[in-house]
């Protein structure tokens, strides 16, 4: 005998045999439990896989495949399983709560939607789901327990559904169609502050911060609008909406933003803060008209947590202790180089964080000021005012600061006021954009300064990237193939402490923790050159940037290199992460 479970689908009929008897069979139930519990189960009227789990005779895994063999539904074990986020989103969460289910896996080329179920029998439920997701269903036994726990982690993960859920809303209120149509401003406002939009534009922001995104792209494309996160310096997309909808959320965010929502032709800047629960984040907001309409950009600068140390950047050993000294100098100049975010504005207010006392007048002259930093006078540029990094710099001279730090040192006149701040008694910091720690000082010579008077305000420069650490969840251990360990051994040189030719390296699985990726979160590489004596009269030579380096190996610089592959060795990141951003 078989019962009907969906279109083409049967299940057979329940046998008189129950769980306790399956489970007794295996040799998982013991005789005396196996008749206390049949007693429980008459006298209270009580499940008994509720007995079973409650007395620990048995664990609900151990229950659920029972049920699944006594059932002919295939048990499914949802720990660490990764749902794609287009599966998620044939069932909506409010559904899969309700109902204590959660859809796994879609087989396209069958319609089918493999979903896991504590009831799996439940017909009316099943009906219901192949409505919803228009695919036939595959039910599957699952515990209570994993499923909850694979709808906490994954549909937090999911953007789909919430976003989907609100373009119905937007498309049945009619939204769009009512923006196009109204041309008073202060109506399209209205309209766009209503729910279903403003509920995208909320639910992005939140996937941003629990994701760990540092910016949100809004890209408007030919048929389609796409959403990308840089997490971990990767941009990665994980949402697509309808073209229809693009205009309503970039007007929404231009007025969270404070910026003209008629203006579509030139580029505008803003800022606004965004709260979710404890955490409050400010975000730059950067608008840009492309072909397809305009895009979008927010930097997300997190207010909470706190400015970082210099030790939980990334820096240690040789490294840290020149920064430290150099720091702590009554005068000079600390450069510290890189590309576009490697990280430096972050270790800058590391330093200041670190340096910032009563004693001391700190100004500092930003674009943009991104951390607020009690304590310290911060100025923001303004060009447009004629505030510009020279013309603030001579300035701040005249306000008796003890400690500058100066944005970036892009131009002849800034080169040459930090310089003379330096030599006229004051700590100056400031970023360059070079590769390295020793191509800054053939930079500023190019830049116009002048040779003697570098060689006597220079103390250090420092040179740094960023590079993603790898997840402690599914971190696993690997034996360095040949040709690695000859390439770290050829890169480390003398650093490379002499033993076995086995080198144990670590790379990242991949897990729900991390997106699958095998990374979370970032740690700094860095090179540090304290300008020495020698390092002085090769300034003064005009040396060139390898000679300067080399001079500074010699003097026992570590490079971000050799830096990046300690950290590999000690199984903090990877060498192919290394060899992507610092690799020139």
Do not use: W
């Amino acid at each position: 005998m078989y019962r009907k479970l969906s279109e083409g689908t049967y299940l057979p009929e329940v046998a008189q045999k129950g769980v306790e008897d399956v489970l007794k069979d295996q040799g998982k139930l013991t005789a005396d439990q196996y008749s206390l519990v049949k007693l429980e189960a008459i006298n209270t009227g009580r499940a008994v896989e509720d007995i079973l789990i409650e007395h620990k005779y048995s664990t609900p895994d151990d229950v659920m495949q029972a049920r699944s063999q006594l059932l002919g539904i295939p048990f499914i074990d949802l720990t660490g399983k990764q749902i794609n986020s287009e599966v998620l989103g044939m069932i909506p969460e409010a559904v899969a709560r309700r109902y204590v289910l959660v859809p796994f896996l879609f087989d396209k080329p069958k319609n089918s939607l493999s979903v896991a179920m504590v009831d799996p029998l439940d017909l009316q439920v099943i009906e219901f789901l192949e409505r919803k997701s228009g695919a036939k269903i595959d039910p599957y036994i699952a515990s209570s327990q994993d499923i909850s726990s694979a709808i906490e982690s994954q549909y937090a993960q999911s953007l789909t559904t919430e976003v989907s859920e609100a373009l119905k809303d937007t498309a049945s209120t009619g939204t769009v169609e009512a923006i196009e149509t109204i041309k008073d401003l202060s109506k399209v406002e209205d309209i766009i502050r209503e729910a279903p939009v403003a509920k995208i534009v909320s639910t992005i922001l939140e996937y941003a911060l629990k994701s760990r995104a540092s910016d949100v792209h809004i890209e408007p494309q030919d048929d389609k609008t796409r959403v990308r996160y840089r997490i971990d310096g990767i941009l990665q997309e994980r949402l697509v909406l309808p073209k229809k909808v693009h205009d309503s959320i970039i007007s929404r965010i231009k007025i969270l933003s404070d910026l003209k929502i008629d203006e579509r032709r030139l580029p505008q800047d803003g800022r606004f803060t965004f709260k979710l629960g404890a955490q409050e984040v400010d975000l730059r907001v950067s608008t840009l008209p492309t072909t397809h309409g305009e895009k979008v950009v927010m930097r997300l600068l997190r207010k909470s947590g706190g400015v970082p140390t210099l030790l939980d950047l990334g820096l240690r050993g040789n490294a840290l202790k020149i920064t430290e000294t150099e720091i702590t100098r009554p005068h000079g100049i600390v450069l510290i180089s890189g590309p576009t975010g490697s990280g430096k504005t972050t270790t800058l207010y590391s330093i200041l964080s670190k340096i910032n006392t009563p004693k001391v007048n700190i100004v500092t002259l930003e674009d943009p000021v991104e951390y607020a930093m009690p304590g310290i006078n911060q100025v923001q540029i303004n060009p447009q005012a004629g505030l510009t990094f020279a013309s603030g710099l001579r300035s701040f001279l005249r306000q008796d600061p003890n400690i500058i730090m100066v944005g970036e040192i892009r131009d002849k006149e800034t080169t040459e006021l930090a310089i003379q701040a330096a030599l006229t008694g004051h700590l100056v910091f400031s970023t360059i954009h070079t590769n390295n720690a020793a191509g800054s000082l053939p930079r500023l010579m190019d830049l116009g300064a002048e040779t003697f008077l570098m060689a006597s305000s220079m103390n250090a420069v420092m040179a740094q990237r960023v590079v993603r650490t790898l997840c402690k969840h599914c971190k696993e251990e690997y034996d360095a193939p040949p040709p690695v360990v000859k390439q770290i051994k050829d890169q480390l040189g003398k650093l490379y402490t002499e033993g076995s030719d086995k080198i144990k390296l670590f790379k990242g699985k991949g897990c729900e923790q991390c997106g699958d990726s095998g990374y979370e979160g970032r740690v700094g590489i860095y090179e540090v050159l304290q300008v020495s004596e020698k390092i002085g009269r090769l300034i003064l030579e005009r040396a060139s940037a390898s000679d300067i380096e080399k001079a500074a190996i010699e003097g026992g610089m570590v490079t971000m290199v050799q830096d990046g592959f300690l950290k590999s060795i000690e199984g903090i990141t990877t060498i192919e992460e290394v060899l992507r951003v610092a690799e020139e």
